[in-house]
């Protein structure tokens, strides 16, 4: 097979690894991706072809929203069959969003989407750019007895691979910036690339990948603090035009139990909001039943985001509420895991399904 036939496809949205440093002005500025191979010689050395496809212009990540979402899902839809993968450098500000948002838009995915980007521009002399790159691009790459290795929505960076709507970025500072506490590492690049076969999903069935690009961006996120008042619960439980609110509440899922804020979030539900309970701590996740505070949340009628990520949970209200299943279908699809994002509480084990609803 001709290399071009064969290739991965790298998808540069933006963010610091396709930066370079104006010598005159010291201001960062997009590279040319036309003359990635001059800059990066080494990836002449793939067996398979790297065709780029850059966003203009290329946008920092914290400008990121469902619109470019779409469009980066109807990208893989049109090249789909003709690459072994993809690549999409990203921004690390909202990676974590963007894979979880990918996750759960790409229904029987049955291809690598690997994002990545970098702590430093890809031209300095200590940039972490270059081995996230090369490494992103060998693991879309990676074929065995002609299956893709790593068929789903992935995170790599620092020499880990994780599933993509179980990161979130935890440094702004080190070059480990991601972290996956609730699901293990999919792959890990030493010498070799060893991957963790037993966690990564595969499907059984191969179907026609199918693109879901509606979202419904109408979620309110109320992170709750000791002290918080009844004035900030009410205002942000009755922004017009919500459809669901995201609790971020403490420890396993427990929020304050006087009588104010218990009201107010019952009043929510029977205002017909979905109240999503996801928990402050990245390890671990809600158990609503476990302490009295968490059971009258319960009562309240709030549903539980188990051991999912806020970037998770965020993205897969917007894309259930995009669906229009009506309040009791958005309520049942949260409960089950769609691109393993969420470790079932009845068996902690993979997902049956990857993809939408
Ligand atoms: N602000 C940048 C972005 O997320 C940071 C980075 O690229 O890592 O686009």
Redesign the pocket.
């Known amino acids: 097979m001709a290399k071009e036939q064969n290739a991965v496809l790298l998808i540069y949205t933006?963010?610091?690894?396709g930066?370079m440093e104006d010598p005159a002005t010291g201001a960062l500025a997009p590279i040319d991706f036309a003359h990635l191979h001059d800059m990066l010689p080494v990836l002449e050395q793939f067996d398979y072809g790297i065709q780029t496809l850059a966003f203009e212009p290329p946008?920092?990540?914290?400008d990121m929203n469902p619109a470019i979402w779409a469009k980066l899902g109807s990208i893989i839809e049109r090249e789909y069959d003709r690459f072994r993968g993809f690549v999409v450098l990203?921004?690390?500000?909202?990676?974590s969003y963007t894979a979880s948002a990918l996750s759960f838009m790409l229904q029987n995915l049955g291809k690598p989407v690997i994002l990545t980007?970098?702590?430093l521009p890809i031209d300095k002399l200590r940039t972490d750019g270059k081995e996230n790159l090369v490494t992103a691009i060998e693991i879309a790459g990676a074929h065995k007895n002609g299956q893709p290795l790593v068929p789903e929505v992935c995170v790599y960076f620092e020499n880990e691979l994780y599933r993509g709507n179980r990161t979130y970025k935890r440094s702004a500072l080190h070059f480990n910036?991601f972290e996956s506490p609730n699901y293990p590492v999919l792959a890990r690049a030493g010498i070799e690339i060893s991957y963790n076969y037993a966690y990564i999903h595969y499907p059984t069935t191969r179907k026609a990948l199918v693109v879901h690009k509606r979202f419904c961006p109408d979620v309110v996120v109320l992170k709750i603090y000791p002290g918080i008042t009844r004035a900030t619960v009410g205002t942000l439980l009755n922004v017009p035009g919500a459809k669901a609110v995201l609790l971020e509440t403490f420890g396993s899922g427990n929020a304050p139990t006087e009588p104010w804020f218990v009201e107010e979030v019952a009043a929510a539900v029977r205002r017909g909001l979905v109240v999503l309970n996801v928990s402050q701590c990245n390890e671990g996740g809600v158990d609503m039943g476990k302490y009295q505070t968490g059971i009258q949340l319960l009562k309240a009628g709030v549903v539980s985001a188990g051991d999912m990520t806020l970037s998770a949970a965020v993205t897969k209200l917007m894309f259930l509420l995009g669906k229009g299943l009506g309040y009791q279908g958005t309520v049942e699809a949260l409960a089950d895991s769609m691109a393993g994002e969420m470790t079932l509480p009845q068996a902690r084990e993979m997902p049956t399904r990857l993809g939408g609803a």
């Open positions: 933006g963010g610091t690894i930066m946008i920092d990540s914290s990203h921004g690390t500000d909202t990676m980007g970098s702590q910036a």
